[in-house]
């Protein structure tokens, strides 16, 4: 699948022909794959479980599509906007270009179905496409640790805030699938250059910021609220 085909955002119906037709692409493949030389099968191969996991992407999304468009979720004409049609262009080269995982696929949804649904204006559609840009730049682990911040947080309970740094990287850890710290350490410099955690206060760095919401900013909230549950 060429990026080309991908960043045609003024062409709405090139968009859905992709969606509901993708296995026309695998097909494409196949017949280079049949045709070509033995010493070329080894890379051959490794593109070929790309295209097939793509194309299984492509196919799922497709088919969520047109079953919100039935149950009156998401905007028939939704590909009418600028800002739907750049969200889902995002999505699509995340597809192409980045092969995500479950979660991250997941999460991506979501948003563009938020941007996407019969409510959504002019203010929705534009922090969709925003939150969309910057979830392309998280990991799994990165998703599940803004879950598990989001889901900590009790308004009012003395138990649920977080003091310190080490605290907060013990109480995540903790809560998160594998239970190591440093999994939490090396994904939280990115949260905070993404600027949905809070940065570290005191000259060696064991103070943080937001400690009520576990170091989650309004932008990261607002992420959290936007994608619901991952993992």
């Given at each position: ?5 991908l960043v ?12 509901n ?35 299984n ?12 468009i039935k149950?009156g ?9 600028d800002?739907n ?8 080269k ?7 995982d ?14 996407a ?19 392309r ?14 889901d ?11 003091h ?8 995540v ?14 994904r ?7 600027h ?14 937001n ?7 309004p932008?990261g ?7 619901g549950?991952?993992g």
């Amino acid at each position: 699948m060429s990026k080309e085909e991908l960043v045609k955002v003024d062409e709405s119906e090139s968009i859905e022909e992709l969606l509901n037709k993708p296995t026309l692409k695998i097909a494409e493949f196949f017949t280079g794959f049949l045709k070509a030389e033995k010493n070329e099968w080894k890379g051959s191969a490794g593109r070929l479980v790309q295209a097939l996991v793509k194309n299984n992407l492509l196919m799922q999304l497709g088919r969520e599509i047109n079953t919100y468009i039935k149950e009156g979720r998401i905007k028939e004409d939704y590909l009418e906007t600028d800002l739907n049609r750049l969200t889902l262009v995002e999505l699509l080269k995340c597809i192409d270009e980045d092969s995500p995982d479950e979660n991250r696929f997941e999460a991506m949804k979501k948003i563009f179905f938020e941007g996407a649904s019969i409510d959504a204006d002019g203010t929705k559609q534009a922090l969709s496409y925003e939150l969309m840009k910057v979830c392309r730049k998280l990991s799994s682990i990165d998703l599940l640790i803004l879950a598990v911040c989001h889901d900590s947080i009790d308004e009012g309970a003395k138990e649920s805030t977080v003091h310190s740094r080490e605290q907060w990287i013990g109480q995540v850890s903790q809560k998160l699938p594998f239970g190591y710290k440093e999994f939490v350490e090396l994904r939280e410099e990115n949260l905070e250059k993404l600027h949905l955690i809070s940065g570290r206060t005191y000259s060696d760095g064991s103070g943080i910021r937001n400690q009520t919401t576990w170091r989650l900013t309004p932008l990261g909230t607002k992420l959290c609220e936007f994608i619901g549950e991952v993992g």
